[in-house]
Nanobody, 115 residues
Framework: VQLVESGGGLVQPGGSLTLSCAASGFAFSMYDMSWYRQAPGNARELVASVASNGGVTNYGDSMKGRFTISRDNAKNSVYLQMNSLKPEDTAVYYC?????????WGQGTQVTVSS
């Protein structure tokens, strides 16, 4: 099982980034997929989630209207489009797949929002 995140980096406030997560080793299309993030000293928090068929999405309150989660089951990939980034969005972003009772995590990708 592998979840490999990419697309993180340094961006200025107000900028955009798109994170990607490539999955392998499990039945991706049957899993609900999510992005979480964790900043130093903070608990890991939900950023966004998308149901296995892509039909239902949910977002953390501070991400609504700025972030968009999507998935491509043909490519075993999930994406996170992040717009209007703020310094408080700085964190390590993790991709995770869940299908009870299993949950798989990636290693994370650093996003830093700073001028």
């Amino acid at each position: 099982v592998q979840l490999v995140e990419s697309g993180g980096g340094l961006v200025q406030p107000g900028g955009s980034l798109t994170l990607s997560c490539a999955a392998s080793g499990f039945a991706f299309s049957m899993y609900d997929m999510s992005w979480y993030r964790q900043a130093p000293g903070n608990a890991r928090e939900l950023v966004a989630s998308v149901a296995s068929n892509g039909g239902v999405t949910n977002y953390g309150d501070s991400m609504k209207g700025r972030f968009t989660i999507s998935r491509d089951n043909a490519k075993n990939s999930v994406y996170l489009q992040m717009n209007s980034l703020k310094p408080e969005d700085t964190a390590v972003y993790y991709c995770t797949g869940k299908r009870w009772p299993l949950q798989h995590w990636g290693q994370g990708t650093q996003v830093t929002v700073s001028s």
